[in-house]
């Protein structure tokens, strides 16, 4: 986001699609941290430790996500790469997409698991193949830095994007352009598809999250405004069951919306609070677990917090960062959390049953 934070430009030449395969001496030379379970332990899930570091990326890494089978898990980093790693045995790292030219901000996995989508302050998307690495599309149409993607749920490749220069865009990869472009007015900071795929939300720096009706195609004017939080929308996620969606903020807190058709007018169910923003300005992402019983955030205080969704009470205030937790993501299949920090590193810790 252009006027909150500042990311160094790159004049090198574009390597699009270019991937490099990566040393084994990535993983020996204390790229991962396995820390021993205590005497007594019960284990409650595959990882090799109870909690696991990975180390590699050259700087702060800002988002990351499992896979649709849990295997693997990609992370984004300022570093301008995208890491591709096992989530079990040796937590290898095996796979290294190079192209985007400046930091990249956000990371998904199509639900198919067979591509990545990515996001970049180089003003563009890109889409990869999952098994050999390269570079399936481009998308250079916004002419702002892209703050935040997200892949529709089912279905055909159909992913949103939003960026600076105030526009969120609905893009189909069977397309060269993109199919609709919302003008939101005020630099976007996070997208997210609704669960049909003919609704999209987008948060910005006017403190506001719209939903926009694709029904009605491009435009300007959203069919709901979510209103209630008192500074810039960093991260948005739709419920599993995708009736309701929930938004971090720099407000420091964290709500969930009733997004149903007919939910009553005061769409804000519930607030959590205890995570916090600093002068760093991250776009702090969110996330709910698979059941949608707890929620999650990252935090500048270099916590993950883990909320109860129906108590909104902390259930795990967890350390171990040395710097900002930028995205807190939920395994898809085991009790496990994944965290991405500035420090430059991500933890992947079992949560007790």
Not at 211 to 227: E, F, I, P, V, Y
Not at 233 to 239: F, I
């Amino acid at each position: 986001m252009a006027d909150k934070r500042a990311l160094g430009q790159d004049d090198a030449e574009d390597l699009d699609g270019a991937i490099v395969p990566l040393k084994k001496a990535r993983t020996e030379e204390n790229s991962l941290i396995a820390k021993a379970p205590k005497e007594g332990h019960n284990r409650t899930s595959n990882l090799s430790a109870p909690t696991v570091q990975l180390f590699g990326h050259a700087s702060e890494v800002f988002s990351m996500r499992f896979s649709p089978d849990g295997q693997c898990l990609a992370s984004a980093s300022a570093d301008k790469d995208v890491f591709c790693w096992r989530v079990y045995d040796e937590n290898e790292n095996y796979m290294v997409l190079k192209g985007h030219r400046n930091a990249v901000l956000e990371v998904h996995w199509f639900t198919d698991g067979e591509a990545l989508l990515s996001c970049s302050a180089d003003k563009t998307t890109r889409c990869w193949d999952a098994e050999s690495g390269l570079q399936i599309k481009k998308l250079g149409e916004h002419t702002g830095i892209v703050n935040s993607c997200c892949p529709l749920r089912r279905g055909a490749k159909i992913f949103v994007t939003g960026g600076d220069d105030g526009n969120a865009k609905v893009w189909d990869m069977r397309v060269k352009k993109s199919a609709h472009t919302m003008r939101n007015g005020f630099p976007v900071c996070a997208v997210a598809f609704g669960d049909a795929g003919d609704q999209v939300y987008s948060g910005s720096v006017d403190n506001m999250i719209k939903a926009w009706d694709l029904r009605k195609g491009s435009g300007s004017t959203a069919s709901l405004l979510l209103k209630g939080h008192s500074d810039t929308v960093t991260g948005l996620r739709l419920s599993p069951d995708g009736t309701h969606l929930l938004s971090n903020s720099m407000d420091n807190t964290l709500r969930e919306w009733d997004v149903r058709p007919y939910a009553p007018q005061n769409r804000c169910t519930k607030v959590f609070t205890g995570h916090v923003h600093n002068f760093e300005k991250n776009l702090l992402r969110c996330d709910y677990s698979p059941d949608g019983g707890r929620v999650a955030c990252g935090s500048a205080d270099r916590m993950v917090y883990i909320w109860d969704t129906s108590t909104r009470k902390v259930l795990y205030q967890l350390p171990g960062h040395t710097g900002s937790v930028n995205e807190v993501v939920f395994h898809p299949k085991e009790p496990i959390i994944g965290s991405a920090s500035s420090d430059k590193t991500m933890f992947l810790g079992e949560l007790v049953q």
